[in-house]
């Protein structure tokens, strides 16, 4: 089992619609995950960051499941602008950070 | 504040050199990280350093090397490239555990 899996994508939603985005961990000894955005040949932006059960910030939602060791972010309203590819992160073993390999969104008009 | 700053921007090299990456953390950061990302692909982990000292590694072969001056500015050294070495290459500060900050990284091409 990869360190970090995300939902390969890409997903393709028209303006206004919601969409979910999973990511599955490994280590259940990670107590802090993040979620980047990139956008394309530009360097990874934070997004929200996820230290309990969740966080909410305007149209995003960013959700912990540690039983089942997962987390999800969620697009509410979505919008042209949100067209970009996502990236789970995970803080692994103290010093080293594991990305997934992230899942693309196209936002269609 | 000016943000994560890295040089150069771009790099052409051919297989068997050397390249030396450099990268300058936002001020007030102890931290540096260094990661390597390839298209299509999630940015991979390299090295962290903390405080001059190397904190963590990823499954990256020795050819990787990289060290932390005491202004907390960095430097990734990559010997022998390969073809395979071609990537965006993204350093990012942090102080030290916390939200890591990415500068605008250094696109490598191997020839």
């Known amino acids: 089992r990869k360190e970090v899996e995300q939902d390969p994508g890409p997903f393709n939603v028209p303006e206004g619609a919601t969409v979910a985005f999973n990511c599955t961990y490994s280590?259940?000894?990670?107590?802090?995950f993040f979620w980047y955005r990139q956008d394309c040949r530009k360097e990874p932006k934070l997004l929200m960051s996820?230290?309990?059960s969740g966080n909410e910030d305007g149209r995003f939602t960013a959700q912990l499941n540690r039983a089942s060791q997962y987390i999800s972010l969620l697009i509410r309203d979505s919008k042209l602008s949100d067209s970009a590819t996502y990236l789970c992160v995970v803080p692994h073993g103290g010093f080293k950070t594991i990305f997934g390999a992230g899942t693309r969104l196209f936002v269609k008009a | 504040d000016a943000g994560v700053t890295q040089s150069p921007t771009h790099l052409i090299k051919t297989r068997g050199q050397h390249v030396t990456l450099r990268c300058s953390p936002i001020?007030?950061?102890?931290?540096v990280s260094w990661y390597q990302q390839v298209l299509g692909q999630g940015p991979q982990f390299i090295f962290q350093?903390?405080?001059?000292?190397?904190?963590g590694r990823g499954n990256f072969p020795d050819r990787f090397s990289a060290r932390q001056f005491p202004n907390y500015s960095s430097e990734l050294n990559v010997n022998a490239l390969l073809l395979g070495d071609s990537a965006l290459y993204l350093c990012a500060s942090s102080f030290p555990k916390e939200t890591q900050y990415f500068g605008p990284g250094t696109r490598l091409l191997v020839l």
């Open positions: 996820v230290y309990s």
């Open positions: 350093y903390y405080e001059k000292e190397e904190r």
């Open positions: 001020s007030g950061h102890k931290s």
């Open positions: 280590n259940s000894a990670s107590q802090s």
